[in-house]
């Protein structure tokens, strides 16, 4: 016979503070799910690369005591932002309130996503995508030009077959928000 009490039943019921669980963390479940229960950190997702520093701490900076800390991630070569960042709260339940209510919420036209975080460390505001969807988005997102008429995306023609390859063998969609009017291949 099992030890079933309120207390268990109420237990099996909450849902995981996260559906994501990083297995580049070197923790159990159990460690990274209860890192992520005591956390201060959040993840932001889905920024727009136009989104600046001062915008987010503004927003972020209006729950609970305010923002201790903030880490825009940012590309290695060029340092300009790559829509992403971590935000660090003074306590756990400031943090929480922000998952809350801005989870989701629109920022420059997109809807941000809010995620717990165990917590920053050096080199993660450079991401971790080395190829997929993440490194060929961060590939066109660096090698486009602005014009008036649209975006125009400048590149090799080495470097277009292997996109487009890597492409083809992942299925990977890499359709942005924003149109591709025109594609340049710089012939060698």
Request: overall charge negative.
């Amino acid at each position: 016979m099992s030890n079933l009490n309120a207390a268990s039943l109420y237990e099996n019921l909450q849902q995981p503070i996260s559906q994501y669980y990083d297995k580049s963390s070197n923790l159990t479940r159990e460690e990274y799910f209860y890192k992520l229960s005591i956390s201060t950190t959040l993840y932001l997702g889905n920024l727009s690369i136009y989104t600046t520093e001062e915008q987010i701490f503004e927003l972020f900076n209006r729950v609970g005591a305010g923002v201790r800390r903030l880490i825009m991630g940012r590309n290695k070569e060029t340092g300009k932002a790559i829509g992403f960042c971590f935000i660090e709260y003074f306590n756990h339940e400031d943090a929480k309130e922000a998952h809350e209510y801005l989870d989701l919420l629109k920022l420059d036209e997109r809807a941000i996503r809010v995620d717990w975080d165990i917590g920053y460390s050096e080199g993660r505001e450079y991401g971790r995508g080395t190829g997929g969807r993440q490194q060929i988005q961060k590939d066109l997102m660096f090698n486009q030009i602005e014009a008036e008429e649209g975006v125009i995306i400048i590149m090799e023609e080495e470097e277009y077959k292997q996109m487009m390859m890597r492409v083809i063998i992942q299925e990977v969609d890499i359709r942005k928000e924003e149109e591709i009017d025109q594609i340049i291949i710089i012939e060698e």
